[in-house]
């Protein structure tokens, strides 16, 4: 049950993402402690800090009844907790122009031949340089980069941080960011939905800013990211080499053979779901349907061993902004017409999203 990222280990960074054998299962071992149950009150403190600053000019787009590029507004937003959280660092003087540099190079990421990707490469490796420099001259920290500096193992040589800056600042943001980022749409596409969300978070917050202590009793919120989830996995395809010879159906999987499972497909599948394409998050608060759901036939984080590595604090982000958006503001998308998905690193939306944000 091995990765395969074609490609990222050798021309951006070779980490947790991309690891096999032995070495993957050390740097699991070593990060596996950081994204534990333990650390969410932790990280959604951090969550709550950062949307407080980011509100302020929200709030002043929407005084104005103006539109937000509601894409790189998320993405941004999530690099930089991202940042934070892992490595104790503030990225605001670049994360906006960098995140702007990586919209446009996901679509050809690996292709060395491509511009876009080429700057990225240069931009996104300078920064984590500075990154590692700047932590390795600071007092350690208990943070992700503090446990692997100090592990006293592979993954504590310089050249090994920098694999793991990088691949955590890359693969760290933009899933959720996908997330957020559809789920606000789907929102505000189905405003009974969205307005009957927000009744749920006042009758449980009131007039304060929803917290993590919150989520538990919000059902509706959690089946909305579970929804969106099912409809849009940022990880909308996955690789496997096959370890051992197999069979699926009638068809002979040789061993090293590399297999694709496409949640995107497999959520969406009229045999393990009713109306398969349509928006319902309420097919996720019934209790015996969950019971009886096919195994494996939602993996919106993977299956297995390699499961994402960050599902914990993904679970507590996407819901807490969600919440705190649709608490705040309501939604009006400004796109026209049906946006498709696209299938680049993670599921994105075709085009940038447009919303304007309407004080409650």
């Known amino acids: ?202 009758a449980v917050a009131g007039d304060r800013a929803l917290t993590h202590e919150d989520l538990p009793g919000l059902p509706l919120l959690t089946a909305v990211i579970k929804e969106t989830m099912r409809l849009y996995p940022p990880a909308w395809i996955i690789g496997r080499r096959a370890i051992d010879p197999d069979v699926i159906g009638d068809v002979e999987i040789p061993a090293q053979s590399v297999v694709a499972v496409s949640p995107y497909t497999l959520h969406r599948h009229p045999r393990y779901w009713d109306q398969p394409e349509v928006f319902e998050p309420r097919r996720f608060m019934n209790d015996e349907v969950e019971r009886r759901r096919e195994p494996f036939s939602y993996i919106p984080f993977g299956a297995g061993p390699r499961t994402c590595i960050g599902s914990n604090l993904a679970l507590v982000e996407a819901p807490l902004v969600i919440g705190r958006v649709v608490q705040r503001y309501r939604l009006t998308l400004e796109n026209e017409g049906t946006i498709a998905p696209r299938g680049i690193f993670v599921l994105v939306p075709s085009e940038a999203i447009r919303m304007r944000l309407t004080p409650r």
Request: a negative charge; hydrophobic letters at 40%.
């Open 1 to 202: 049950d091995t990765p395969i990222n074609a490609g990222f280990d050798t021309t951006i960074a070779s980490g947790l993402l991309t690891s096999e054998g032995e070495a993957w299962k050390r740097q699991r071992s070593l990060m596996q402690p950081y994204f534990s149950r333990r650390r969410v009150p932790a990280f959604a403190d951090a969550v709550a800090a950062h949307f407080d600053q980011w509100s302020v000019q929200w709030d002043h787009a929407a005084a104005r009844g103006e539109s937000i590029d509601y894409s790189h507004a998320m993405s941004t937003f999530t690099f930089r907790v991202t940042a934070a959280t892992l490595f104790h660092c503030d990225t605001s003087a670049w994360d906006g122009r960098l995140v702007s540099i990586l919209t446009d190079a996901l679509p050809v990421l690996t292709d060395l031949s491509a511009e876009p990707f080429r700057l990225a490469q240069r931009v996104l490796g300078g920064h984590a340089s500075d990154v590692v420099a700047e932590r390795l001259a600071a007092p350690v920290d208990d943070d992700l980069f503090g446990r692997l500096r100090t592990s006293e193992s592979e993954e504590s040589t310089e050249d090994a941080l920098w694999n793991h800056v990088t691949t955590m600042l890359l693969a760290g943001y933009e899933t959720t960011a996908s997330v957020i980022t559809w789920g606000s749409c789907l929102l505000a596409t189905h405003p009974e939905v969205c307005d009957e969300l927000a009744r749920h978070i006042r």
